[in-house]
Nanobody, 121 residues
Framework: QVQLVESGGGLVQPGGSLRLSCAASGLFLPYYAIGWFRQAPGKEREGVSCISSSGVVSYYADSVKGRFTISRDNAKNMVYLQMNSLKPEDTAVYYC??????????????WGQGTQVTVSS
């Protein structure tokens, strides 16, 4: 069974940092692009960033440019989202997903269960 599992979410004060991790089971992560998405209460899901299997970053959402960094460690079968200078508007459930191809795509077939990030004082 193919599964993605996010971890690293939590409660952080404005200006703080978190690093989210995305791990896979039943899927050799180094073969695939991974995207990070988020959904805040009452809002549509939005794409945050995506990285190809070879480590090329496809995009960052304008709202996170300069603050978030996506990366991957194929030796560890992991993808990360480093989030710095967090703002209350970054509060959301964050998901990782894969399009089951090496490059980023507009369609993602497998999603994790999500990890909650709350930015509040």
């Amino acid at each position: 069974q193919v599964q993605l599992v996010e971890s690293g979410g939590g409660l952080v004060q404005p200006g703080g940092s978190l690093r989210l991790s995305c791990a896979a089971s039943g899927l050799f992560l180094p073969y695939y692009a991974i995207g990070w998405f988020r959904q805040a209460p009452g809002k549509e899901r939005e794409g945050v960033s995506c990285i190809s299997s070879s480590g090329v970053v496809s995009y960052y959402a304008d709202s996170v440019k300069g603050r978030f960094t996506i990366s991957r460690d194929n030796a560890k079968n992991m993808v990360y989202l480093q989030m710095n200078s967090l703002k209350p508007e970054d509060t959301a459930v964050y998901y990782c997903a894969t399009p089951h191809r090496r490059t980023c795509s507009s369609e993602y077939a497998t999603w994790g269960q999500g990890t909650q990030v709350t930015v509040s004082s």
